[in-house]
Nanobody
Framework: QVQLVESGGGLVQAGGSLRLSCAAS????????MAWFRQAPGKEREIVAA????????NYADSVKGRFTISRDNVKKTVSLQMNTLKPEDTAVYYC????????????????WGQGTQVTVSS
C-alpha cells in the first residue's frame, strides 16, 4: 500500500519560513517525480513545485520562484519543500504528490496523493 505522509505545516507570520516534509512508503520512490501542490479555500488545486526522480530538474510556479525550494532524498524516500519569505497568499493546504516517470508532465495525472498539511500565513 502506497502512502505519502506530509508533515511540517503550521501557522507562521508573513516573512517567516516553514519546511514541509513528505515521507513515502510502498513505492519505488526513485522511479517517481515528486511534487507539491496547494489548494486555498475556494480555489483550484495548483502545482507549486516538482522535482525529477534524479533531483536534477526542478520546476516552480511563478508565484513561488526564488522563495521555495524542493528537494528529495531517494535513500530516505522523502521530499521536502523549504518555504521562505512566506506571504498571506501562500495560505493553503499543501499536498505531496507522486507521478511515475523521470520528469513532471502536465499530460499525465498524479499517481498518488498525500493527505495534505495546512499552512497558514498571518499578515
Amino acid at each position: 500500500q502506497v502512502q505519502l505522509v506530509e508533515s511540517g505545516g503550521g501557522l507562521v507570520q508573513a516573512g517567516g519560513s516553514l519546511r514541509l516534509s513528505c515521507a513515502a512508503s510502498g513505492l519505488t520512490f526513485s522511479s517517481y517525480t515528486m511534487a507539491w501542490f496547494r489548494q486555498a479555500p475556494g480555489k483550484e488545486r495548483e502545482i507549486v513545485a516538482a522535482l525529477s526522480w534524479s533531483g536534477g530538474t526542478a520546476n516552480y510556479a511563478d508565484s513561488v520562484k526564488g522563495r521555495f525550494t524542493i528537494s528529495r532524498d531517494n535513500v530516505k524516500k522523502t521530499v521536502s519543500l523549504q518555504m521562505n519569505t512566506l506571504k498571506p497568499e501562500d495560505t493553503a493546504v499543501y499536498y505531496c504528490a507522486a507521478q511515475y516517470g523521470d520528469r513532471w508532465s502536465a499530460r499525465y495525472g498524479v499517481n498518488y496523493w498525500g493527505q495534505g498539511t495546512q499552512v497558514t500565513v498571518s499578515s
